[in-house]
């Protein structure tokens, strides 16, 4: 069963940049689709960035021009490159990755367990 897991979440102040690691097992993610999606205390999940099999990507209206996914395939790895971090991008991160695309709708079948990003000064 493929497995992911997420890594580089961290506490930073408003203006600062985490990269977060995506890495898949068992399965080459090379052939998925992989969203990052957040959860916030008390709001739903949120899509924030997917790239899909052929390396089209699509974001958040709220992380535009602010956050970039890439795939990495030799390390079997999606990164989400976050700068100009803001408080309200706190939350658990998690990715998502299936063999349909669901865009940034949190439907994707395989999920890892997330990682904390929280930003304050």
């Known amino acids: 069963q493929l497995q992911l897991v997420e890594s580089g979440g961290g506490a930073v102040q408003p203006g600062g940049s985490l990269r977060l690691s995506c890495a898949g097992s068992?399965?080459?993610?090379?052939?998925?689709?992989v969203g990052w999606f957040r959860q916030a205390p008390g709001k739903e999940r949120e899509g924030v960035a997917r790239?899909?099999?052929?390396?089209?990507?699509s974001y958040g209206d709220s992380v535009k021009g602010r956050f970039t996914i890439t795939r990495d395939r030799e390390k079997n790895t999606v990164y989400l490159q976050m700068n100009n971090l803001k408080p309200d991008d706190t939350g658990i991160y998690y990715c998502?990755?299936?063999?349909?695309?669901?865009?940034?709708?949190?439907?994707?079948?395989?999920w890892g367990r997330g990682t904390q990003v929280t930003v304050s000064s």
């Open positions: 790239i899909d099999s052929d390396d089209s990507t």
């Open positions: 998502a990755a299936g063999m349909i695309d669901y865009s940034l709708e949190p439907q994707y079948g395989y």
């Open positions: 068992v399965i080459i993610l090379d052939d998925y689709n």
